[in-house]
């Protein structure tokens, strides 16, 4: 049953801090927590528990790569957050060039990867995350409380970031994690404050909110068993399967994706599992480009990486546009619309390559140089590397 004493905490949270804002703000992912708050913080004002704001905004982040049963629940529950004439909400969607999909096949950047190259999220949801909040808060006057469905618990590197920051700006534990200061809201500094009034909530109450209490009228008759899908449906607390994009490249295994396809409503997906494979063959060397010889800085000094992998090949590009477009049309989804497809398609016959690149560089799989302590280059092939 749901813990009456941490949903008591939440409100003693946003009782807290609501009256210090003129306006009120939400981020919602799609996942389990930030879909949790959404619906308690509108059961809660509709009850008559917290005031009701001028304008609740609420920014939903559109990755374009959401897992179909969330993303049907999420447009189900906009339906429901427009009918009340005091919900504003807003779809953030990164810039064209800037989306998974138009990022890797027509610019060329290779897949992210957990060691040294994880673009993805700060590119596809923070950023036009607060790109967005800040345009909408720009043109008004005061600040504004955004609150998050950050969580103690989801993962170890959030957790550590709660630590380092649960005692900024007069917050105290038991008060939800509180921030005057939202990152990357370009000029609006000291006017946005944030704070996640579920911190302390275990994924259990998680569970029994939106299982239990969410779908009944009285709570808002919510379409969150949806989501539970996801999750495992009647197994989601125990299988907790954190969710991101599909076929996530920076998780070892796609557990959410897994547990769908297995379901019978959803075994249509069951192609988008061949995604991860697809991005793992994008970063091999044969798919990629290299620097080659010596590569030295502006100092004159020789640059630490200097054989550096690099981007996608054109021709790789070309021929992993066709397996995505083949897996969305096996799956019936939409990973890439007709505009990113144009525009990919577009970037391709340009021979768009990131800054620094210029598609002249040899194979990363050809071979290699070792560069020589007196500034030397001997060549090695890859082949060798690989064989030895």
Known sequence: MLHEEMVEMTLASLRAYWPAHQHVALAWSGGKDSTALVTLLVHLIDAGELPQPEVLYVFYADTRLELP??????????????????????????????????YILGRGVPPPNNNTLRWCTRQIKVEPMAAALGEAIAALPGSALMLTGVR??????????????????????????????????????????????????RVCTVWDWLKVYAPQPEFGGWPTAILADAYGGDDATEINARTGCIGCPLAARDTALEV??????????????????????????????????VERLKDGSIAKNPQRMGPLTLEARAIALVQVLDIQRRARVDLINGEEEARIRELIAAHTFPNKWDGDE???????DQVNQDG???????RDLVGA
């Open 69 to 102: 049963p969330l993303q049907r629940a999420a447009d189900l529950m906009m339906n429901m957050l427009r009918a009340r004439n005091w919900i504003r909400v807003v779809v953030v969607t990164a810039p064209l060039d800037k989306r998974f999909m138009v």
């Open 152 to 201: 103690e618990g989801e993962s170890a590197v959030r957790d550590g970031r709660i630590a380092m920051s649960c005692s900024k700006d007069g917050a105290e534990c038991g008060q939800g994690w509180y921030q005057q200061v939202l990152p990357d809201a370009k000029g609006i500094r000291g006017r946005i404050a944030t704070l996640a009034p579920l911190l302390h909530w």
């Open 376 to 382: 030397t280059v001997q060549p090695i092939l890859f």
């Open 362 to 368: 040899p194979s990363a799989a050809a071979w290699l």
């Open 260 to 293: 769908i396809c297995a379901m019978p409503a959803w075994t249509h997906l069951t192609p988008l599992l061949e995604l991860k494979p697809l991005y793992r063959w994008m970063r091999e060397p044969a798919q990629r480009l290299r620097k080659s010889g």
